[in-house]
């Protein structure tokens, strides 16, 4: 089974009043998203869920991310524990609500998607996911009740403009 975590694209500074959670893309981070779908859909089979926070520049990701991809938006599933999340937390969304997608995406937030991201693999650490980064893992289990610490398989980093 595959997961891939995504964080959010490049976001709006926050204005004067403004809550975090309402913060939306900027252009650069609409450009990314469709950019990350492409690189994602040429090295893994198609997402069968997508699991976001509900905040706007999460869901806008995920969104954008399905749309590049052809896949219907009954596929997004919003999950407000997703946001701002810690490690604990998002492990608990995946074995929970996972069920037996065979390719499931989480987005979400640093510092807890990089922090999950570097406590699920089993070969190497991962420092921080720079926005619209995608950490993809592979695991060897039949459901995401399944999934352990430290069980990742073949992690792969992607960002945009990085290697590829």
Same mark, same amino acid.
């Given at each position: 089974?595959?997961?891939?975590?995504?964080?959010?694209?490049?976001?709006?500074?926050?204005?004067?009043?403004?809550?975090?959670?309402?913060?939306?893309?900027?252009?650069?981070?609409?450009?990314?998203?469709?950019?990350?779908?492409?690189?994602?859909?040429?090295?893994?089979? &198609?997402?069968?869920?997508?699991?976001?926070?509900?905040?706007?520049? /999460?869901?806008? &990701? /995920?969104?954008?991310? /399905?749309?590049?991809?052809?896949?219907?938006?009954?596929?997004?599933?919003?999950?407000?524990?997703?946001?701002? /999340?810690?490690?604990?937390?998002?492990?608990?969304?995946?074995?929970?609500?996972?069920?037996?997608?065979?390719?499931?995406?989480?987005?979400?937030?640093?510092?807890?998607?990089?922090?999950?991201?570097?406590?699920?693999?089993?070969?190497?650490?991962?420092?921080?996911?720079?926005?619209?980064?995608?950490?993809?893992?592979?695991?060897?289990?039949?459901?995401?009740?399944?999934?352990?610490?430290?069980?990742?398989?073949?992690?792969?980093?992607?960002?945009?403009?990085?290697? &590829?």
């Amino acid at each position: 089974m595959l997961l891939t975590l995504l964080r959010h694209a490049k976001t709006e500074p926050g204005r004067a009043g403004q809550e975090d959670w309402d913060r939306e893309l900027e252009a650069r981070g609409r450009r990314d998203v469709p950019e990350m779908a492409r690189q994602l859909k040429g090295r893994h089979p &198609t997402p069968s869920l997508i699991i976001s926070s509900p905040a706007v520049r /999460a869901i806008a &990701t /995920a969104k954008l991310f /399905a749309k590049e991809l052809r896949l219907p938006a009954s596929l997004i599933v919003e999950d407000e524990q997703l946001y701002l /999340a810690s490690p604990k937390v998002m492990l608990s969304v995946v074995q929970l609500r996972g069920a037996s997608s065979s390719h499931l995406v989480i987005v979400g937030h640093n510092p807890g998607i990089t922090e999950f991201g570097d406590r699920l693999s089993a070969e190497r650490s991962l420092d921080n996911m720079p926005t619209c980064s995608m950490y993809t893992l592979e695991f060897d289990i039949k459901d995401w009740s399944e999934i352990q610490w430290g069980s990742g398989m073949n992690a792969e980093l992607c960002y945009p403009g990085g290697p &590829t």
